[in-house]
């Protein structure tokens, strides 16, 4: 299969809370376990869906993102989601470089 991202994915393995948002407030939560970060986007597993298009925080370890839900599908017990960052990227870049040091090559689709 011919990998189609433009930026590579990187495994991080860390456990979070991802806040749903509705105009701006806070209206679910649930855990979620952010499996890979790349340039403009976060890959996560969670064990509620979540509908297309919602606005959501993440809180992880040391990072926080605000984004924006692009696919949502059953993965085994739960479900994987995409999220596209819609804010500044600078903490996804620091938790690339983070993954990079750790020297865990990107995970590409046809892994």
Not at 20 to 35: D, F, K, P, T
Not at 54 to 64: I, R, S
Not at 98 to 109: D, F, G, N
């Amino acid at each position: 299969m011919i990998e189609r991202r433009a930026y590579p994915r990187y495994p991080t393995h860390e456990f979070g809370v991802l806040h749903e948002l509705e105009n701006g407030a806070e209206v679910r939560e649930q855990v979620v376990y952010v499996m890979n970060v790349s340039a403009f986007g976060l890959g996560i597993q969670v064990d509620r869906p979540i509908a297309v298009g919602t606005a959501v925080k993440v809180f992880a370890t040391d990072y926080a993102f605000i984004g924006t839900i692009v696919y949502c599908r059953k993965d085994n017990d739960g479900y994987a989601a995409g999220l596209a960052l819609r804010c500044d990227t600078d903490q996804a870049n620091r938790l690339l470089i983070e993954a990079q040091r750790r020297s865990i090559r990107p995970k590409l689709l046809s892994d």
